[in-house]
């Protein structure tokens, strides 16, 4: 869907950028080149970790004239990079996910949601080439997100290396871009059911501005029935209810909207490169009313009421009130202002699990590691009862818990 930051997107790039024809190998071009299972299993071991998170946490705030940072840092746009590569796994057939790294490819990068993630696809070349066979695109998309949120003080768990990528984008041909799926009009009515995960094709998920209407052929923009369809579609991807909500809830406390590139417009929080709980805060703090204008190109966003308010300047989406309208998703959040630290746990957890779905490994996976446990990440529990286990594997804000093996 358009949730978590789908609309996270620096302002209008001055020039073209730099590595475009290798960060998105053009359609007519021959299959890349990659290296073989083997190849890349044996190369793999000698990849720095500590050396890459340093290039990338130093590339977050490099701003580039061809697209420049949104405010200063790239956070917001890598993590919606590693979302949208990953947001494609269903638990129908195990498909999807950001093994193979499909999305530097058509179809995936021309969905109507992959917007300008050619941009970001680019900045990451350079380091790309840097660590050559031992990082492949698929483990460098997603370490870049998980990098992002960390440079922005944000949880995250220790991060798996071993995504085998694929040569070109054959296999996202499943998701709902070919003639039999264009046929059961759910590509243009927004309906789509099982196994397609999302309710439109070229979607990631759910449209943020509710739910179709069929009467009126429009968007409805209700919390609560954007919530119902939240549930089914997330749950499409194996994720639960809290999960979901943490995905939403730590996602939008980075990021803005650009009306230019989403048809939305403004910051979810007054520090959009810094976590932080004001996201759910204002939700609960506030009461928010519809609004449209010439920014939202027609689309309905919220804002708040109170003009005074502390959260007068940020924005919603009507997917977002859907946390706070739900009857299930409410209490979570409620929960999480009064104990921040449950969603920094729940948060951390759903971003692995969303990091991972669907991954096919390399015999030489390998993964960071916790100087203060012998706990693996793949035995590590994703529900927010067992806190204890899981935050002490909580890598917060880059801190210097982290070893590397």
């Known amino acids: 869907m358009k949730l978590p930051v789908v609309c996270v997107l620096p302002a209008l790039a001055a020039a073209a950028c730099p590595y475009m024809d290798q960060a998105v190998p053009p359609a007519s071009s021959l299959p890349v080149a990659v290296p073989d299972a083997a190849t890349y299993a044996a190369a793999l071991p000698s990849l720095d970790i500590k050396a890459l998170e340093q290039d990338l946490t130093h590339a977050m705030t490099a701003s580039k004239t061809c697209w420049p940072a949104d405010g200063g840092h790239y956070g917001g746009l890598m993590i919606r990079l590693a979302w949208h590569c990953s947001g494609t796994y269903r638990d129908t057939d195990g498909r999807g996910g950001c093994s193979g790294a499909r999305i530097r490819f058509q179809p995936e990068i021309g969905w109507m949601d992959n ?3 050619d941009k970001a696809l680019s900045l990451l070349v350079a380091i790309k080439n840097t660590y050559g066979d031992a990082l492949s695109w698929g483990d460098l998309i997603t370490f870049a997100g998980t990098v992002a949120v960390r440079s922005m003080g944000g949880p995250t768990l220790p991060h798996c290396f071993g995504r085998i990528d694929e040569k070109d984008g054959a296999n996202s041909e499943i998701f709902g871009t070919t003639a ?3 046929a059961t009009g759910c590509e243009t009515q927004g309906d789509c059911q099982k196994p397609l995960g999302a309710t439109t094709v070229g979607l990631i998920y759910v449209n943020p ?3 179709l209407d069929n009467a009126t052929g429009r968007q409805n923009p209700d919390p609560v029935a954007s919530g119902a369809e939240i549930r089914e579609v997330f ?3 194996a994720m639960n209810d809290t999960e979901t909500a943490a995905l939403i809830a730590g ?5 803005m909207c650009h009306g230019h590139t989403s048809g939305f417009e403004g910051p979810w929080t ?3 490169s810094s976590w932080t709980y004001d996201f759910i805060h204002g939700m609960l703090e506030d009461e928010w009313e519809k609004v449209t204008d010439a920014n939202t190109q027609g689309l309905v966003q919220w804002r708040t009421i109170n003009r005074t308010s502390r959260h007068a300047s940020t924005m919603r989406l009507t997917s977002d009130l859907a946390l706070v309208k739900d009857a299930v998703y409410k209490p979570i959040i409620e929960d999480w202002a009064a104990n921040p630290e449950k969603l920094d746990v729940a948060f951390a957890a759903a971003w692995d699990k969303l990091l ?3 991954t096919t490994w ?3 996976k390998r993964c960071e590691t916790t100087a203060t446990t012998t706990t693996s990440v793949d035995s590590v529990q994703t529900s927010v009862s067992t806190p204890i286990r899981l935050s002490s594997l909580l890598v917060l804000g880059g801190a210097s818990a982290v070893a590397l093996s």
């Open 270 to 272: 007054k520090t959009p």
């Open 115 to 117: 917007g300008n993630l």
């Open 235 to 237: 749950g499409r991807m």
């Open 180 to 182: 039999n799926w264009s």
């Open 356 to 358: 991972t779905s669907g």
């Open 209 to 211: 501005e509710g739910p």
């Open 251 to 255: 996602g939008h406390a980075f990021g």
């Open 362 to 364: 390399s015999t030489a």
